[in-house]
Every structure is written in structure tokens, then in C-alpha cells.
């Protein structure tokens, strides 16, 4: 009864939305955590908004052909054989755009200001950290985030690959989850170390030390659901607490070795210039926040097909929560020689990966590290190319994500306005689309 009830809540919107206007007033689909029914195999739904954004290039006269859970066509409407019996929506003033793609997200940490990491990590309850995670995987959804590469679940073990199982069985809304499990870190050098030392203290990630203990830690972590490694190849252990390179390059080349005999990718945690290229020189897959980055080792990733991740949002947060009030006072340093070093690695050419360390700050607003991106030099359509094709092709997913493309799974966002012109207006949703269902942003409140 109840799926009849959404069929038919959903076949109404479908009839009555032919405007922006009336579609932000309607829901699609009833009360939040509730699934809707998958789409009918057989059903066609053409989609025609002002322009359309392929993942690559922006289309004035674009439109988008679904069928059930997949993209049929997608082209000038003259070239595209529309079936008799097809439902075209029309939307007026909106831009559709292949389902975003997060490229750093822990979907089982909320934002420091909020409970400190360690607090996280020490005081909640596993039960507590996958309730939280399940909320911030519907957020994640509703902010146009159809996948996300969630690297590192902070204490909360294997859970991240439970998540995403729940999701895809459809018990509850979010996007297609890239699973990193504990990550690992050698040992010693990771948090929480709050408690005095002669206490055993629950860790953030798994300590791993010598060519047999990654070996084991990697394969463990294939065994239990890894969708990808992700590496501390330095950390805040060094004199004084600061950041100094933790694995050798014996080690890290053995986890690639391991790793990508599996066909998964590496992922690094960098914040040194010598923790970065130690992971270059092992062959990475990709470099999160690389503050340690120069041009010789941007050139040097460019070479060898390493993407850079640069987490911009996390660093605009965290210096917020310290008192920063964004707007009004003078651009700390910090943040000042981040934006010089994306600027860096914007002229070396390196591939830049759209991946904001959501988690650190609230989830849903991942569309931070987007504008962040621009603010710090890069041109709104290169970002969006970041968060759609450019990830999927790092991330290995380019099948199935990434492009609004003939046989790809049907993962769309429809924004009001372009977000070329504007790169907010990819927070403005009018409706979300993951395997062909639509999910209205009002569920995310
Ligand atoms: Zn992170």
C-alpha cells in the first residue's frame, strides 16, 4: 500500500512539475528515510532543462533521456528517437548536472566544533557513530552528491562497508559509497592520544609497521570490504607535534604493490613535503591536502598520473572554528599560503580532484570546497569537471559515474540557474536523481 502511495505521489509530480517554480513547492517522494520505489524498467522520462552539463562540456540544446535506472540518450533533440508513451518534463531556468561525486568525505565524523575528533573517537558509541552516519549519508544525497570516496571511517572500523551495503539494499537513502575502511597508519603515530600513555586507548586507524604487517593490514582490509586503501604517509608525530613522514618507501611501495594487484587504488594523507614524495615515488593514486606540495612535486604527480586532492574546505572550517570570521577579517596565513599553493598546483597542470574533507565540517554542505575551488583561482566550469568526470576517471568509476552518458546509471542533480555563471547555484536543488529515482531536497530537513 504504502509503495502504491509513493507510485502514485510520484506519477502526480511527474504530471504536474513543468516549472522550477512548481517543482521546488512539490515533494517527490513522502517522509524522509522512506525509499521510493525503483523505477519501472520500462519507463521513459525525458528530461528538458535550459542546458545541460555532460561532465565535460556545458549544452544549450541538450536534452536527457531515462529509462528505469539508466541514461538512454542524452543530445540535441533532434538526434535522440524518443519513444511513444515518454514523460517530458520540461524546467524552465535550470541546469542538469551528472550526480556530483565527494572525493574525501567521513561519513562517520561530524564537525569539530561540535565534539572534538578525539571526543568522537573516545566518547561515542559505535551505535552512535552509524545513526550520526546514517543522517549524513541522506545528506549527502540531497546535496546533489550521488557517490562519495569516504576515506577513512575514524574508529568506527568496517562500518563504512555495512553503510553502504544498507544503501545499496535501499533500507536507507545515500549515495554510492567508495569504501576505505580503518585506513591505516604506522604505528605510534596516529590519535586519540588523550589518555596517559600506559592506557590502551581505542585508535583512529589501523597501525600497520614493516613489508608483512601492510601486507596482512591490506589484505585484511580488502577482505572486510575496502573499496580503496587510504595511507597516513605522515603525520603530526614529529618533535614538538609536528607533521613528519611515519612510513618508509619500502613500505608504501609494498602497500601499492598489494593493493593495486587487487586493482584498488592508493590514497595518501600528506601534509610534508617529504611524506609527499615518498608517496609519489611509491605511485599513488591520489594526494589528499599535499600541503607539503612544490611545483617540482606537482610536476613530478602530473608526470605520473597522481591527482591532487586539496581539501580547501577543511582548512576554511577548521580555521573558522579557531575564531576566523570569514568575510570580515584579514585571510589568515595559513589559509593565505594554501590558496597561493592551489594556485601552484593549478599552473603545474596536475590532475585536481574535487574532495573537501566533508565531515570536518557539516555534511551536505560539500558545495563548500566547490566555491572555495573557485575563490581560490579555479574557473566554475573546471570544478564542476572536477566533481563530475575528473573524479570518476581518478576514482576508477568512469563506467558508471561521472557523465551524463548514453548507458550510464541515471545519476543526476537538477540546479536553478547555471552554475557556470554562479558556482553556488549548485547548492540551489530542485531534485536529485540516483538509478533513475528522484529524491527532493526537502528531505534532507
Ligand atoms: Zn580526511
Redesign the pocket.
Known sequence: MRNRLFFLAAVLVLIHVRSVQAQTADPIHGRPGVQPPAPADTAYTLLRPDRVFDGEQMHDDWVVLVHGRTIAAAGPVARINIPAGTTTLDFKGATLLPGLIEG?S?LFLHPYNEVSWNDQVLKESRAERVARAVVHARQTLLAGFTTTRD??TEGAMYDDVGLKQAIDKGVIPGPHILCATRAIVATGSYGPKELAYDLESPHGAAEADGLEGVTREVRTQIGKGADLIKVYVDYRWGVNGSSAPTFTVEELKKIVEVASSSGREVVV?SGTTEGMRRAIEAGVNTI?HGDGGTPELFAAMKAKGIALCP?LA?GDAITQYSGWRKGIDPEPLRLHQKRELFKQALASGVTICMGG?V??FTHGNNALEMEDMVDYGMKPIDVLRSATSVNADVFGIANRAGRIRYKIAADMVLVEGDPTANISQVRKIIWVMKDGVFYHPDLAR
Request: glycine fraction near 18%; aromatic fraction near 0%; hydrophobic fraction near 25%.
Open positions: 574525501h567521513h576515506l577513512g594523507h589528499e581539501t577543511a574533507d565531515g570536518v
